[in-house]
């Protein structure tokens, strides 16, 4: 941790000229610094702010350091407490240790060792932090993969992301549904100064309206029916890191410009909570909507749209680059896999208008039908064997169907060779499995044939 970064400290001392003192002291040394004179004034602004390190007096009138120790505790207020005692109270402080307190000095102290203690305590309470982050992180953690694509418009693209990434800025993505954008994102976050910070992910549209706010900015206790405990919201979670907006264009109207004021000053508030916290947040947002459009028809707030357009990346949709799709079929493939030249025809010419998550489904599929590694025509979905089939651009337009064509070809096949199977498989370039799946689908059984020879 940097010596350089300020502390938020709440100082919390009865006596006001050793405290004035205390808050010169830090403060000269570039620390944030709030005072209360008691307990209950140091709960107030616990429920205003959030504090790094609370320096606390552990004999004070009404509520005494350890009573206010237990209650910061009870309402989860994420501060790392330092206890200040005289010689004749160090058990009191023990017991504060053992409630939670980061630390304790005793009375009197060079003003130096209350600075040297802050900051250790400062430091245990950001790797704390950490450590939740990381849980978060790999729950919703999702397989890292590679960028795949030689076209023109794929170089243009990261070419982008290598000139925005270390800049920090924020980004929006756009492109349809399918096209990777949550895979740049993180291509962005790879090559900037957050990569060893959290890459945390929300899509604006898989949530319920109602849920969206409570999940980006957290709630209290009790703000709504359901909320039995406090939650820190995925802003907390994201903090020194990289927040993506999936479906921003989803976002409720009216919280916009709550997120429009994370993005300004990087402040927020939990639901049902009046105290302000603040985060260190890259924003990157995506959409497969026209935002612009959106804006001029009210459902998207306009200085948002600014706020988050400061670098726009347009991903290509996959029928705009058909050599990159031989790349991503045989990436998704591997070595082990072989796809006859039917198959892989109907994959390069079909249109994809789910683009490369339908793709990648497509591969999943017929790797789970195909035989022996070997992935055939009858392995694809329908769909795209009708889009664009080798059968569809090679022979003239007719009035008949796709299959009564291919069903047409088989038997005349069947016929010529006697309707050796084997013989005729091969002539069809297929493998012989996939020829008897196809006489089963066209009810050819009855075809005439000899023997089933080499």
């Not at 630390?103 to 400062?122: G, I, V, W």
């Not at 978060?136 to 990434?165: C, H, Y």
Request: proline share 4%; hydrophobic share 40%; net charge negative.
């Amino acid at each position: 941790m940097s010596e350089a970064q300020p502390i938020e400290i709440l100082l919390v001392e009865d006596e006001a000229d050793f405290r004035d003192t205390c808050a010169r002291w830090m403060t000269r040394k570039g620390h944030y610094v709030e005072q209360a004179a008691n307990g209950q004034e140091a709960l107030a602004l616990c429920e205003r702010r959030h504090f790094d390190v609370a320096v606390i007096d552990i004999n004070m009138p009404g509520i005494s350091g350890v009573e206010l120790l237990e209650r910061m505790k009870s309402a989860n207020i994420e501060t790392e407490v330092i206890i200040l005692t005289g010689q004749g109270t160090i058990e009191s402080a023990v017991q504060a240790m053992k409630l939670g307190a980061s630390d304790y000095l005793t009375k009197p102290f060079p003003l130096s060792d209350l600075e040297q203690r802050c900051r250790l305590a400062f430091e245990r309470g950001e790797l704390a932090k950490e450590n939740r982050q990381l849980r978060e992180i790999i729950k919703r953690a999702t397989p890292n993969s590679k960028m795949i694509g030689q076209s023109t418009q794929m170089q243009e693209v990261r070419r982008l992301i290598d000139r925005v990434a270390p800049t920090d800025k924020t980004v929006l993505i756009q492109g349809e549904s399918g096209t990777g954008k949550e895979l740049v994102a993180r291509a962005i976050q790879q090559r900037s100064r957050r990569v060893d910070k959290p890459f945390v992910t929300v899509n604006c549209a898989a949530l319920p309206e109602n849920l969206v706010e409570s999940e980006l900015f957290g709630h209290q206790k009790g703000a709504f029916t359901g909320a039995s405990s406090d939650k820190p919201g995925l802003f907390e979670f994201a903090d020194k890191g990289t927040l993506f907006i999936d479906e921003i264009g989803e976002l409720p109207l009216q919280l916009q410009p709550k997120l429009l004021r994370v993005l300004e000053d990087g402040s927020l508030r939990r639901v049902g909570s009046h105290k302000e916290r603040h985060v260190d947040v890259r924003i990157i947002a995506a959409t497969n909507r026209d935002l612009s459009e959106a804006v001029s028809e009210g459902k998207f707030r306009d200085d948002l749209y600014y706020r988050i357009n400061v670098m726009s990346l347009q991903l290509p949709a996959l029928r705009h680059r058909p050599d990159d799709i031989v790349l991503l079929i045989d990436h998704y493939t591997g070595d082990q896999w072989d796809i006859e030249p039917e198959a892989r025809a109907a994959l390069v010419n079909y249109d994809w208008p789910g683009n490369i998550r339908q793709l990648v489904n497509a591969i999943d599929r017929a790797m789970i039908l195909a035989d022996d590694f070997v992935i055939t025509a009858d392995d694809l979905p329908q769909e795209i064997i009708d889009g664009e089939s080798p059968l569809q651009q090679t022979m003239p337009r007719t009035s008949q169907s796709l299959d009564e064509i291919e069903k047409a070809h088989i038997v005349e096949v069947l016929q010529r060779e006697n309707g050796n199977k084997a013989r005729a498989a091969r002539a069809l370039g297929i493998h012989r499995r996939k020829l008897y799946r196809l006489l089963e689908r066209f009810d050819l059984h009855h075809v005439e044939h000899q023997s089933e020879g080499p």
